[in-house]
């Protein structure tokens, strides 16, 4: 008897029969579960996480996690010595990795909204400015720092060339 004939010989007992049924129940109730989660959708919406909600932008590739089933059928036909648990560990591990790669394949995404303003102020330094102008042009800088809070501002000076003007700590004004 070839290796081939024994193999599938052995697929056809009652109790491996049973088990691919269970597999192939599993993989169909998975399947219909996220088609009717998913349905017609092609971003979805998930805020019943704990932490903040996030967005599903291509859900159907949760669909890969339909195969997970198959990893718990091919733990009873394995060749290996290992234990039951080991087994079980094994085929836990393995869809723990097809269910990361899934959520990672439904490009998981969330929105985080600011709302800083962020200033520019140009000055001009140049020969032709009086020491005057410029203190004036320093105290209306130091106005808009101090009502920036928490704002962006930059200060950008041109004379010749322009140039970003830094604070002490190498920070952009």
Known sequence: MTPIRQALRSLLTVP??????????????IVV????????RTSLHVDW????PIDLLRPTAL??????????????VS?????????LTQATLRSLVILG????????????????????????VSDSVSDKQLAAARDYVDTVAAAAGEGN????????KPRV?????????
Not at 49 to 52: A, C, D, N, T
């Open 33 to 40: 579960g996220l088609s009717l989660w998913i349905g017609e």
């Open 153 to 160: 501002l930059q200060v950008v000076t041109f004379a010749e």
């Open 63 to 76: 669909y890969l996690a339909a195969i997970v089933p198959v990893f718990y059928l091919l733990r009873v």
């Open 79 to 87: 060749l290996t010595d290992l234990s039951l648990a080991q087994q």
């Open 165 to 173: 003007v830094r604070k002490a700590e190498g920070k952009a004004l």
């Open 16 to 29: 491996a029969l049973i088990r691919i049924a269970v597999t192939a129940a599993a993989i169909i109730a």
């Open 49 to 52: 996480l704990p932490s903040r």
């Open 101 to 124: 790669i899934a959520v990672a394949l439904a490009r998981p995404s969330w929105i985080t909204e600011q709302s800083k303003v962020a200033t520019l102020v140009v000055v001009d």
